[in-house]
């Protein structure tokens, strides 16, 4: 049986992205990891309102708060012990990681 590790790294700061990925796959490359990815998604662009007043009957609102939202996606099959020191390694705050592992089986 073997494991996949999918990690799926998001941040609004696209350098701070990009330094993480860049930095585990050298990693991968330095241990012999069989490493896939990273999956680029297109950026998510998000438009949030902003009210002047909290107060209900005021409609007053400012120009809306725009950012965007920048995606990679990493699969490390096999290799338990690099997935686990990858997934347990302390990222940047703008940078939000999620691990999720699957146990695959031979056919």
Do not use: N
């Amino acid at each position: 049986m073997t494991f996949v590790t999918c990690l799926t790294l998001q941040s609004g700061d696209r350098a701070a992205l990009d330094g993480v990925v860049d930095d585990i796959k050298r990693t991968a490359e330095r241990k012999g990891a069989a490493l896939k990815g990273p999956h680029t998604h297109p950026p998510d662009h998000f438009s949030v309102p902003q009210h002047q007043r909290l107060h209900a009957d005021d409609d007053r609102q400012s120009s809306p708060w725009s950012y965007t939202v920048f995606t990679r996606e990493l699969e490390i099959h096999g290799y338990q012990t690099f997935a686990r020191d990858v997934a347990g390694r302390s990222f940047p705050d703008s940078v939000h990681v999620e691990v999720e592992v699957e146990q695959v089986q031979g056919a």
